[in-house]
């Protein structure tokens, strides 16, 4: 089992990554929590048939209060959001409660911001259960959506802890792996040219990526995300480096309706996207076909979906965390490991998508 210190301004916390390392929880609630009252955790459809059972053995001795969210991004809606606190306050959850999030990124940003609102704060844990929560685990990003943009409701909330079970991504399907080996790829291109090299030359194929190879990938991702979010907690600098692909990525996920569309698959769009602008506007010097060929071997669709439009797109990216005023900002890449926030006109972003 490997541990990655994550350090923020506002909290220092463990991410435990190994096979069985859920079998640790006990030994950290009891050290961490003595007065611990009530657990409460928050899971999807999903998750709860594959591996509730697992987790439930070893919280036993506390008999957990479950909540089960629907499965993928359905679970980020305000319905949801208010169901959970409901549960929580029926449950007669106090400050000495603990809110364990058991699922992928969805779960994880639903859970963090039940507990970032509930009586104005509660501990909570995350116990992942997909690739792509290697990204969004860390950080402390939590938050739900809203029709007109992906994550706009939420808040900067730091969980006490990361449990990353690789025992439990053994069951993730092709596309969820693909979702999140594209935050994997994200990590190397805004932060590590070494780390790069080494995916493109020895991942060829995700269905048979071996364990040692996910680990290894996975715990560089997490490293690299330290790295941002420790200078700048709540994004108002380096850590928007780490919206790599997300401008338009984010923007093909609210076109075709949350849940239709990957995460990561779309933020792979975004990040070819990024490199052809970076390419144009910054004189990147980087092989865009070696890269859409590797991706395209891994599984990846590498343009835009035919029915969507380029005026809702730009609407949509209007509307990106990154924008200000009506400006839409792309991270986009100088050279590789050295990323910069830049301004695109709608112009521009016309002919670009146009040419795209």
């Not at 991270?331 to 002919?351: A, C, D, K, M, Y």
């Amino acid at each position: 089992m490997e541990t990655i210190q994550i350090q923020t301004e506002s909290k220092e916390y463990p991410v435990f990554v190994g096979d069985g390392c859920r079998n640790e929880l006990p030994v950290f609630l009891t050290n961490h929590f003595p007065d611990l009252t009530r657990i409460l955790i928050i899971t999807d459809e999903t998750v709860a048939k594959l591996h509730l059972e697992t987790l439930l053995q070893v919280l036993k001795p506390w008999e957990p209060i479950i909540f089960t969210a629907p499965a993928g991004e359905k679970a980020k809606t305000f319905e949801v959001y208010y169901d959970a606190l409901t549960t929580a306050l029926a449950s007669r959850l106090d400050r000495k409660s603990v809110v364990l999030s058991f699922g992928g990124g969805a779960v994880g940003d639903l859970t963090g911001f039940v507990a970032a609102s509930f009586m104005r704060g509660i501990p909570f844990i995350q116990v992942p259960t997909t690739i792509l929560a290697h990204d969004s685990a860390v950080g402390g990003k939590v938050a739900i959506n809203h029709p007109l943009g992906k994550n706009m409701i939420g808040a900067f909330y730091q969980p006490e802890a990361v449990f990353y079970d690789l025992e439990l991504l053994n069951t993730l399907p092709i596309h969820e792996i693909r979702s999140g080996f594209a935050e994997v790829i994200k990590h190397a291109l805004i932060a590590d040219p070494h780390f790069y090299d080494w995916l493109r030359l020895n991942i060829d194929n995700l269905n048979a990526i071996t364990k040692e190879q996910l680990s290894a990938s996975l715990v560089q991702g997490i490293k690299i995300k330290n790295k941002f979010v420790s200078q700048d907690e709540k994004e108002t600098g380096i850590r928007a480096f780490l919206n790599l692909g997300h401008t338009l990525g984010h923007a093909i996920e609210a076109e075709m309706g949350y849940g239709n569309f990957t995460h990561g698959e779309a933020v792979m769009i975004g990040t070819i996207f990024a490199l052809k602008l970076s390419n144009n506007l910054l004189g990147l010097s980087f092989n865009i076909s070696e890269f859409i060929d590797w991706v395209t071997e891994l599984g990846y669709e590498t343009t835009v979906p035919k029915k969507l439009s380029f005026e809702s797109l730009i609407a949509k990216m209007r509307q990106d965390k990154k924008s200000v005023g009506d400006a839409i900002r792309f991270v986009l890449l100088e050279q590789v490991g050295h990323p910069l926030l830049q301004e695109v006109s709608e112009e521009v972003l016309w002919q670009e998508l146009t040419r795209f």
